[in-house]
Protein backbone atom coordinates (compact mmCIF):
# COMPACT_ATOMS: atom_id res chain seq x y z
CA UNK A 1 0.00 0.00 0.00
CA UNK A 2 1.43 3.01 -1.49
CA UNK A 3 2.54 5.05 -4.34
CA UNK A 4 0.84 4.02 -6.92
CA UNK A 5 -2.26 2.68 -4.50
CA UNK A 6 -2.68 6.39 -3.36
CA UNK A 7 -3.06 7.66 -6.50
CA UNK A 8 -5.87 4.93 -7.62
CA UNK A 9 -7.73 5.11 -4.74
CA UNK A 10 -9.10 8.21 -5.57
CA UNK A 11 -10.19 7.01 -8.69
CA UNK A 12 -12.03 3.95 -7.54
CA UNK A 13 -13.68 6.39 -4.85
CA UNK A 14 -15.15 8.68 -7.90
CA UNK A 15 -16.27 5.68 -9.54
CA UNK A 16 -18.56 4.19 -7.10
CA UNK A 17 -19.66 7.33 -5.54
CA UNK A 18 -22.39 5.33 -3.66
CA UNK A 19 -19.85 3.37 -1.26
CA UNK A 20 -18.98 4.72 1.89
CA UNK A 21 -15.21 5.12 2.70
CA UNK A 22 -15.47 1.90 5.17
CA UNK A 23 -16.51 -0.35 2.33
CA UNK A 24 -12.82 0.51 1.00
CA UNK A 25 -9.01 -0.32 1.77
CA UNK A 26 -5.55 -1.60 0.95
CA UNK A 27 -4.30 -5.10 0.63
CA UNK A 28 -1.05 -5.35 1.86
CA UNK A 29 0.72 -8.34 4.01
CA UNK A 30 3.81 -5.93 4.92
CA UNK A 31 1.51 -2.99 6.23
CA UNK A 32 -2.02 -5.17 7.69
CA UNK A 33 -2.84 -3.05 10.68
CA UNK A 34 -1.98 0.42 9.89
CA UNK A 35 -3.66 2.83 7.99
CA UNK A 36 -2.93 4.91 4.92
CA UNK A 37 -4.65 7.93 3.29
CA UNK A 38 -7.41 7.12 6.37
CA UNK A 39 -8.19 3.92 4.78
CA UNK A 40 -7.46 0.95 6.39
CA UNK A 41 -4.42 -1.91 5.29
CA UNK A 42 -5.34 -5.38 5.78
CA UNK A 43 -3.14 -8.48 4.93
CA UNK A 44 -4.88 -10.54 2.41
CA UNK A 45 -5.72 -13.26 4.50
CA UNK A 46 -8.03 -10.49 6.70
CA UNK A 47 -9.69 -9.09 3.15
CA UNK A 48 -10.59 -12.50 2.23
CA UNK A 49 -11.93 -13.14 5.81
CA UNK A 50 -14.16 -9.94 6.18
CA UNK A 51 -17.78 -11.02 5.62
CA UNK A 52 -18.98 -9.12 2.37
CA UNK A 53 -21.68 -9.54 0.03
CA UNK A 54 -19.69 -8.71 -2.45
CA UNK A 55 -15.56 -8.29 -2.98
CA UNK A 56 -13.89 -6.84 -5.83
CA UNK A 57 -10.04 -5.17 -5.97
CA UNK A 58 -7.95 -3.72 -8.42
CA UNK A 59 -4.26 -4.52 -7.99
CA UNK A 60 -2.06 -1.35 -8.64
CA UNK A 61 1.25 -2.84 -8.44
CA UNK A 62 3.73 -2.28 -11.12
CA UNK A 63 5.72 -5.55 -10.65
CA UNK A 64 4.30 -7.87 -13.76
CA UNK A 65 5.02 -11.62 -11.70
CA UNK A 66 3.67 -10.34 -8.30
CA UNK A 67 0.59 -9.16 -10.40
CA UNK A 68 0.49 -12.09 -12.03
CA UNK A 69 0.06 -14.44 -8.92
CA UNK A 70 -2.28 -11.89 -6.99
CA UNK A 71 -4.43 -12.19 -10.00
CA UNK A 72 -4.22 -16.29 -9.66
CA UNK A 73 -4.75 -15.72 -5.73
CA UNK A 74 -7.63 -13.64 -6.66
CA UNK A 75 -9.64 -15.76 -8.75
CA UNK A 76 -9.02 -18.86 -6.75
CA UNK A 77 -10.96 -17.05 -4.00
CA UNK A 78 -13.56 -15.91 -6.20
CA UNK A 79 -12.74 -12.07 -5.83
CA UNK A 80 -13.50 -9.73 -8.86
CA UNK A 81 -11.09 -7.60 -10.54
CA UNK A 82 -11.88 -4.16 -11.39
CA UNK A 83 -11.54 -1.90 -14.27
CA UNK A 84 -10.93 1.71 -13.20
CA UNK A 85 -10.80 4.61 -15.15
CA UNK A 86 -10.82 8.03 -14.56
CA UNK A 87 -13.78 10.76 -15.84
CA UNK A 88 -11.65 12.14 -18.06
CA UNK A 89 -10.37 8.87 -20.04
CA UNK A 90 -10.65 8.65 -23.29
CA UNK A 91 -11.18 5.51 -25.16
CA UNK A 92 -10.92 4.91 -28.81
CA UNK A 93 -13.05 3.31 -30.76
CA UNK A 94 -13.00 -0.55 -31.25
CA UNK A 95 -10.93 -0.66 -27.97
CA UNK A 96 -11.71 -3.48 -25.33
CA UNK A 97 -11.07 -2.55 -21.81
CA UNK A 98 -10.06 -6.08 -20.01
CA UNK A 99 -10.95 -7.08 -16.69
CA UNK A 100 -9.04 -5.39 -14.23
CA UNK A 101 -7.41 -2.16 -15.99
CA UNK A 102 -6.52 1.21 -14.57
CA UNK A 103 -7.22 3.83 -17.00
CA UNK A 104 -5.14 7.16 -14.94
CA UNK A 105 -5.71 10.74 -15.80
Known sequence: ASGFGK????L??????????????FIDDGQSGTTLNGYPVLSYLDFISK???HKA???AI??????EKL???LEKDGVQHLAV???NTVILDEVEIGE???LCP
Open 7 to 10: EVMP
Open 85 to 87: QST
Open 100 to 102: GSL
Open 51 to 53: PAD
Open 57 to 59: VTI
Open 62 to 67: ANSVVR
Open 12 to 25: VRQQFPTLSKEQFA
Open 71 to 73: VSL
